[in-house]
């Protein structure tokens, strides 16, 4: 009689103590604080300058519901020389972040006017570029290329993710994020 009361307490402990062991799967933790906006920092690629934050000029990153956008402003001094922005799909698995392009739009400004805008759509292994040049905000010409894309997956290594703090392997490069 001892023994199967021991045993029972025995066999209670062990599922009391399952009881507390989680089933969620952690993937949706790595997302919730993925999402958001961040603000880059700071890029290995740019050891060899002088200008760190003048190179970086303004790039951030905004992870939403599977979606991402990539927008980036680059500056000579005070002047905006081209700002563009991607837009597509993201997924995250063991600490793999996989961006993938679905449109690019770019501008690129001479004396604060716009002189050319890219539109770049990615679909079905094709890409799809129309270019629109201006003069004096007039439009000057359009350009339209159809041809098969080429690779618009980027994969990059999840090295650090805090509610704060987001760090980047791609390649050989790293990048370092705080939220903004």
Request: with cysteine; charged share 35%; hydrophobic share 30%.
């Amino acid at each position: 009689m001892k023994t199967l009361k021991i045993t029972g307490s025995l066999i209670l402990a062990i599922l009391m103590s399952l009881s507390f062991v989680s089933c969620d799967d952690d993937d949706d933790d790595d997302k919730d604080l993925l999402e958001g906006l961040w603000d880059l920092t700071d890029a290995s690629y740019f050891e060899d300058s002088d200008d760190d934050e003048e190179d970086l000029g303004g790039t951030e990153y905004y992870f939403n519901d599977n979606r991402f956008e990539m927008r980036v402003s680059d500056y000579d001094g005070d002047m905006l020389q081209s700002s563009g922005r991607f837009i597509g799909k993201y997924s995250e698995n063991d600490g793999i972040l996989s961006l993938i392009a679905e449109r690019l739009e770019v501008e690129d400004y001479q004396n604060y006017e716009l002189s050319a805008k890219t539109i770049s759509e990615y679909a079905d292994g094709i890409e799809t570029k129309i270019t629109i040049s201006y003069k004096d905000d007039v439009i000057v010409g359009r350009d339209t290329t159809v041809s098969p894309s080429t690779d618009n997956t980027n994969l990059s290594k999840i090295e650090k993710l805090t509610k704060e703090e987001l760090i980047l392997i791609s390649g050989k490069d790293t990048l370092w994020f705080k939220r903004k």
